[in-house]
């Protein structure tokens, strides 16, 4: 399977805990982006990165929040202290740099903060 | 800040009618996309429209752009049940200048759940 990977599928976590999600994008892709999607709403931008570098960053991305992509190749995002309003589905997407082509995405990662 | 509205957010048809979902942007921009996304499961790229006037087809789905209105319509013809799921119109945030300097992030429509009823 060559398309966008995301691990793990589901994840259960008490609040106040720290949680990591990992994003595997195609492999030629070099613009990785994590959005966040709740329960019927359209995915929310949160950030992306251009090859290693982190170019933007959403104000939904609270200082609780952050993602690296060292390599340049696959990204995490980590949510530290849970939060019941974290509960969501996160979505990794990657594209090429041209801008006429889609964004694929991923499975997601479906976050359930108790 | 861009804005991007679908409706209607609901839409129960019958198998075999024909029916258009409207996606209204409040930005310029030439960068639209159409998913797919069925319950549970990730988004499906359906269409990349690119130019004012594109239009294209894919089975019983049509999409077209007006970027002077800043409307994507998607057309359904002769609903079948397998189309059910919902689906989101996104807006490229490309810079005006063309520069290939921005982000490309795609900012999303709220959805359109589509049921196709027997």
Sequence with gaps: DTGVSQNPRHKITKRGQNVTFRCDPISEHNRLYWYRQTLGQGPEFLTYFQNEAQLEKSRLLSDRFSAERPKGSFSTLEIQRTEQGDSAMYLCASRKSDSNTEAFFGQGTRLTVV | ?118
């Design chain 2, 1 to 118: 800040e861009l804005k991007v509205e679908q409706n209607p957010l609901f839409l129960s048809m019958q198998e075999g009618k024909n029916y258009t979902i409207y996606c209204n942007y409040s930005t310029t921009s030439d960068r639209l996309y159409w998913y797919r996304q069925d319950p549970g499961k990730s988004l499906e790229s359906l269409f990349v429209l690119l130019s004012n006037g594109a239009v294209k087809q894919e089975g019983r789905l049509m999409a077209s752009l007006d970027t002077k209105a800043r409307l994507s319509t998607l057309h359904i013809t002769a609903a079948v049940h397998d189309l059910s799921a919902t689906y989101f119109c996104a807006v490229d945030n490309n810079p005006l200048n063309g520069s290939g300097a921005g982000s490309y992030q795609l900012t999303f429509g709220k959805g359109t759940k589509l049921s196709v009823i027997p």
